[in-house]
Nanobody, 127 residues
Framework: QVQVVESGGGLVQPGGSLRLSCEAS????????MGWYRQAPGKERELVAS???????NYPDSVKGRFTISRDNAKNMVFLQMNSLKPEDTAVYYC?????????????????????WGQGTQVTVSS
């Protein structure tokens, strides 16, 4: 079984910075894409940033130039550096990992492509 755990959320004033971390652990063969999503009250979950195994990144216009995603492949970790935070960045931030996992069953091991989400970490931007 794979676990995905986020950390680093908290309360910050507008214009401030926060760094989120996410670690995936378990019988992981490789992680293709890791991403950060957020969900504010009453809104749908949205992509904040993603990064592939090769290091290709993707950001929506709402965070481009303010947020930076990076990853440590050796440690199965992904980070989100958030600068110039705005009140509208307030949300629960979730980490997602699209990975290949080795699952052991009665007849041996199988390598499966699966998707895992973390439990979320609250980010509040307020004065």
């Amino acid at each position: 079984q794979v676990q995905v755990v986020e950390s680093g959320g908290g309360l910050v004033q507008p214009g401030g910075s926060l760094r989120l971390s996410c670690e995936a652990s378990g019988n992981i063969i490789s992680i293709q894409t890791m991403g950060w999503y957020r969900q504010a009250p009453g809104k749908e979950r949205e992509l904040v940033a993603s990064i592939t195994l090769a290091g290709n990144t993707n950001y929506p216009d709402s965070v481009k130039g303010r947020f930076t995603i990076s990853r440590d492949n050796a440690k199965n970790m992904v980070f989100l550096q958030m600068n110039s935070l705005k009140p509208e960045d307030t949300a629960v931030y979730y980490c997602k990992a699209d990975l290949r996992e080795r699952v052991y069953g009665t007849y041996g091991a199988n390598d499966l492509n699966k998707q895992y989400w973390g439990q979320g970490t609250q980010v509040t931007v307020s004065s």
